[in-house]
């Protein structure tokens, strides 16, 4: 199977082909740390490290480059309101995006650099731009010259002519164009700075893309990822600034994810619609949010509710619970299934399996893989439960090794399942209104009741419980209950 990706620049799937065989390098762009990550971070990470884990699996080396962005107006601005150095503030938001990611179950990126790590990149950049006729110095500041390279607005598919309607210099600059952009900028009294040709300043936010990306995966490299909000200008920036000094293709294949909404509108602080992943994180599982942000396709918009929140954790409980009826699959004796029926039992697995690794490799379609998942699942319910077949038999173990790979690749439903789901009972009975003890008397209730053989009676409890979402199994053991809903 190829695995094709939508490249922006070509606006098109194309075949994915690396430029070194069996290896990729993967840019992301990180985010600025001067406050808590919100959903739309979770967006972007989530979405980007399924895609590093799945590169992975395809087996491809991997180096996947995340930045963090530790010097910009946002951080000073924040600095001087809280009393604390950039570097505090900086420090302070990378060790708190860490629990977050670290929540949602991300693997580390190869490489997670700070702009700050890379200022003598930076500086030697500009002054290559500058040698080459692509950038000019003002009053301490550098400024690109957007009109110096022709193809300026290939990858957000503007043209000059629209953008300079809509540009202007803003107070204080001293650009030759409208359309021009500051790669350095002259440090104001208290700012933080650094030594440089043009005198002390700091760099501007796009150029510090170009620098770390080339420090670590060279002149040109394969994919490049972000929200769709950083195409214009960031990622146009960055390939004028990277490609005007090179001449060489800065990046083979962009991919961006699409936005988070709240009832059909962009989630911004300004809407007041804003959520960070920590408020979220407190009220639902991570793996749930997980789930949500994948069972969508990555480019499209999503819209977050509190009951799509909740549909999804009752999927992370279902499936679990299948999974851990899986796990605890009959020690021993003869399949109930005849051998017609277990063949076709053990060709629906295959054909779960094969739809799986065909919809990730249809540009990361995980919202199709999930629904092969949760078919498998389904399957696990339906048939295995009452199939007898063995731990050992072949189409377990091929169940297995499947969702075994998939939890890998997705990062869900890769928890012991018996346990994941005990250590949430309490939490699920809260939200189902009910408690173990109301259970237990319940079930006394009914064991009463059949003795006196009012079966009916006992019928009208079993029913009950079943519509509060707990089902209960007789056994030789004796009774015992389980959660059906989160």
């Not at 959903?39 to 992975?56: E, K, N, P």
């Not at 021009?180 to 700091?202: N, V």
């Not at 002149?219 to 004028?240: K, R, T, V, W």
């Not at 549909?311 to 679990?320: D, I, N, Q, S, T």
Request: glycine letters at 8%.
């Amino acid at each position: 199977m190829t695995l094709k990706i939508y490249n922006t620049l070509q606006q098109s799937k194309e075949e994915f082909t690396p430029l070194r065989p069996d290896h990729v390098g993967m840019y992301v762009c990180g985010v600025t740390v001067y406050d808590l990550c919100h959903i739309g971070h979770a967006r972007s990470a989530i979405v980007f490290d399924t895609i590093f884990r799945y590169l992975q699996a395809k087996g491809y080396t991997v180096d996947y480059v995340k930045n963090f962005t530790d010097i910009d107006d946002k951080i000073i601005n924040r600095a001087i309101k809280e009393g604390l150095t950039t570097r505090q503030v900086s420090d302070k938001y990378i060790e708190e995006y860490y629990k977050d990611m670290n929540r949602l179950g991300l693997k580390k990126p190869t490489h997670e650099p700070r702009a700050t790590m890379h200022i003598p990149d930076i500086i030697n950049l500009v002054q290559g731009l500058i040698d080459r006729g692509h950038a000019y110095e003002s009053n301490g500041d550098v400024y690109y010259a957007v009109r110096s390279f022709g193809p300026y607005g290939k990858l957000s598919g503007k043209n000059i002519e629209d953008l300079e309607a809509g540009a202007r210099v803003e107070p204080g600059e001293a650009k030759r164009d409208p359309l021009d952009f500051a790669l350095w900028k002259k440090s104001k009294p208290g700012e933080p700075s650094w030594d440089s040709p043009w005198g002390k300043g700091r760099p501007g936010w796009h150029i510090e893309c170009s620098a770390m990306s080339t420090a670590y995966l060279g002149q040109s490299f394969d994919l490049h990822g972000g929200g769709m909000d950083l195409i214009f200008p960031h990622h146009e920036n960055e390939i004028a600034q990277t490609e005007g000094l090179t001449d060489a293709p800065f990046v083979r294949y962009w991919v961006h994810n699409g936005f988070v909404q709240i009832n059909k509108e962009k989630m911004s602080k300004s809407l007041g619609n804003f959520f960070t992943i920590r408020e979220i994180l407190d009220r639902y599982e991570p793996q749930a949010l997980r789930l949500f942000v994948l069972m969508h396709q990555y480019r499209s918009p999503i819209d977050f509710s509190d009951q799509s929140l909740k549909e999804a954790e009752k999927a992370l409980y279902r499936g679990y619970a299948s999974l851990r009826l899986l796990q605890q699959s009959p020690a021993s004796g003869k399949p109930k299934l005849t051998e017609e029926k277990l063949a076709a039992f053990t060709e629906k697995i295959k054909g779960y399996e094969q739809g799986f690794y065909e919809a990730m490799d249809d540009d990361f379609n995980t919202a199709g893989a999930l629904s092969c998942l949760f078919d498998s699942l389904h399957l696990v319910n339906t048939a295995l439960g009452n199939a007898g077949l063995p731990p050992d038999h072949a189409s377990v173990q091929r169940i297995r090794n499947f969702m075994k790979s998939a939890s890998d690749i997705l990062g869900v439903f890769d928890n012991d399942p018996a346990a994941f789901l005990a250590s949430r009972k309490d939490k699920r009975l809260a939200g189902l209104g009910i408690t173990s003890e109301e259970i237990g008397r319940k079930i006394a209730q009914r064991a009463s009741l059949r003795q006196e053989k009012k079966f009916k009676e006992a019928d009208a409890i079993r029913s009950e419980l079943l519509g509060r979402g707990i089902a209960i199994m007789d056994t030789p053991a004796g009774t015992v209950w389980d959660i059906t809903e989160a």
